[in-house]
């Protein structure tokens, strides 16, 4: 039998303290499964983390923490507060030093040693997760700004026409990452505004959706590609306009994007295929997957950005991620569109 990796048993470490996002999670059960040298471990560390199921933690009110990172927030418009924070930084990276810790040596004393830290911190600092979940909320936010900054100036520069593609009647709008002469997804409009430099391509990957593995745009060559290069390139669905509108700009008051329609989860990978997406109960009701389904950024006509924990914003109650007239047992080939105005639907 292998011995575990150093990369596995930190995996089992957080998987026993339920750090670890969904697919981390599943590679943590399939370890324990195959592996005894990993059960053995994983039971040693629930027996130091026990103490911790004995503790009640009250949540933090998110009103409390909304004011927090407006303090923060006030505290970084301070430029002299600013300009002595990175000479302090720039001090202490002259004087890093590297520690090594033999960390996997004795297994039973790291685990106890971090079990003891998590209660402390279970204690102390109940709000730690939410706080990071508001500070990747604010961030994406202001990613979805600058989007509108881009596509603002788009407009500017295209006699005040929003970003738009030629397509035949009928063409699916799924197919994100196909990089053939025809048009056939909704990411090549906003495609649109990266090969014309008007937005950074990274300022469409939101900071709190996680995946397996870092995506990022450093050294891709954009010019290259007519499309983005995958649904794991793009994390927000751009609105699909009614075709006989000629409503094309921004003076319509309506949602631009928001984060990652749901039905993008269940969209195949093989572009030769027919889709058929039957709608069950999941995607006609959750949020969106990158914020944990607790909510969704949306970017509105004005350039507003509002945080909702529902399927509509402020402006409508119109669903966002799906046609009117969708509900259970609809099945979603791609190619729908919505039949008026008034009709906000988010394409993936």
């Known amino acids: 039998m292998t011995p575990l990796s150093d990369r596995q048993k930190q995996l089992l470490f957080d998987y026993s303290l339920g750090l670890t996002p969904e697919h981390e999670t599943a590679e943590a059960e399939r370890l324990l499964d195959s592996n005894p040298e990993a059960a053995e ?12 199921d004995a ?6 009110p998110e009103e409390l923490t909304d004011r927090l990172f407006a303090r923060i927030e006030e505290m970084s418009q301070v430029e002299a507060g600013q300009d002595r924070l990175e000479e302090l930084l720039a001090v202490e990276q002259s004087q890093a030093r590297r520690i090594k810790v033999p960390l996997w040596r004795n297994w039973s004393e790291v685990v106890t040693a971090a079990a003891a830290i998590a209660l402390f911190v279970s204690i102390l600092f109940p709000s730690i997760g939410l706080m990071r979940q508001k500070y990747w909320q604010a961030t994406c936010g202001a990613q979805l700004g600058s989007i509108y900054d881009g596509l603002r100036n788009y407009v500017s520069d295209h006699d005040g026409l929003l970003p738009a593609v030629a397509t ?13 002469k025809e ?9 649109l505004l990266v090969r014309g430099g008007y937005v950074e391509p990274n300022r469409f990957l939101c900071p709190g959706r996680r995946g397996e593995h870092p995506i990022n745009f450093d050294g891709f060559p954009i010019q290259d590609f007519s499309d983005f290069p995958s649904q794991a390139y793009i994390h927000f669905s751009m609105r699909i306009g009614c075709p006989t509108s000629s409503e094309r700009d921004l003076t319509r008051k309506t949602v631009l994007m928001a984060d990652l329609n749901p039905l993008s989860e269940g969209l195949p990978s093989d572009f030769t295929v027919s889709l058929r997406l039957p709608l069950g109960e999941r995607l006609i009701t959750s949020n969106s997957t990158s914020h944990g389904y607790r909510g969704q950024n949306a970017l509105l006509h004005d350039g507003s950005v509002e945080f909702v924990r529902e399927r509509h914003t ?12 969708m509900s259970c047992g609809t099945e979603v080939c791609g190619c729908e569109l919505p039949s008026s105005d008034t009709d906000i639907f988010l394409a993936p």
């Not at 503790?55 to 933090?60: F, G, K, M």
């Not at 197919?175 to 053939?180: A, E, I």
């Not at 048009?183 to 495609?191: E, Q, V, Y």
């Open 41 to 52: 471990l994983y039971h040693l560390s629930r027996l130091a983390l026990a103490p911790l």
């Open 55 to 60: 503790v009640e933690v009250e949540p933090c």
């Open 168 to 180: 035949a009647p009928g063409s699916p709008w799924w197919k994100v990452g196909y990089q053939g």
């Open 183 to 191: 048009n056939h997804s909704n990411t090549r409009r906003p495609w």
């Open 314 to 325: 402020s402006i409508s109650e119109d669903d966002i991620y799906i046609i009117r007239g």
